[in-house]
């Protein structure tokens, strides 16, 4: 006799591969619109925001860059806030953006690599460090470095970019 766990996973399975056949069938622009709809009907609606309302709290000059605290409203009653590294270009000139993302948040980003984003900012890369849901200053709760035992507690203050700027 099969076990509940044993037809779960080979229904789950004919199911996952019944899907993988239907869209190996589909053009790439269909295969997009395929996902869009099967996720929407499962967790509701899933378009972005076409208008985020962005703040910028606060800039500070380095040597290299500028970095900005920024919070941007996405939905009513969510913010995301990050950091914003821009480094020293013509004003005209399109900067490419690397965008960090760690459990800890931004702070724990910033922190265990300051000398990546330093690296990145010499060669013109813009960083943007933001703490998406159920990270950094958006968790419901302190999380623990994954890799540590520290303890995160995310500050949007200007605390968190003193060790790049060789303040602190």
């Given amino acids: 006799m099969r076990t509940a766990h044993e ?14 056949t239907a869209l ?7 295969r997009q619109e395929w996902m869009r709809a099967e996720l929407a009907k499962r967790l509701g609606d899933i378009e972005p925001n076409p208008n985020p309302q962005a703040t910028v ?26 950091l914003l590294f821009r480094p020293v270009t013509k004003a005209s000139a399109r900067t ?12 724990l980003f910033l922190a265990t690599r300051s000398q990546q984003i330093e690296s990145l900012l010499r060669q013109g890369v813009a960083v943007c460090l933001p703490d998406v849901r ?16 520290k303890t995160c507690k995310p500050s949007m203050s200007r605390c968190s970019v003193k060790r790049l700027s060789g303040e602190g």
Avoid: C, F
């Fill in 96 to 107: 490419p953006v690397a965008v960090g993302l760690a459990e800890g948040g931004k702070a």
């Fill in 24 to 30: 190996a069938r589909m053009t790439p622009q269909h």
């Fill in 134 to 149: 159920g990270t950094g200053e958006t968790s419901p709760d302190s999380r623990r470095d994954p890799i540590t035992t």
């Fill in 7 to 20: 037809l779960a996973r080979e229904i789950g399975q004919a199911k996952v591969e019944s899907a993988r």
């Fill in 57 to 82: 709290h606060w800039s500070k000059k380095l040597p290299d860059a500028t970095v900005e605290g920024i919070t941007v409203a996405v939905e009513s009653n969510i913010t995301v806030p990050l």
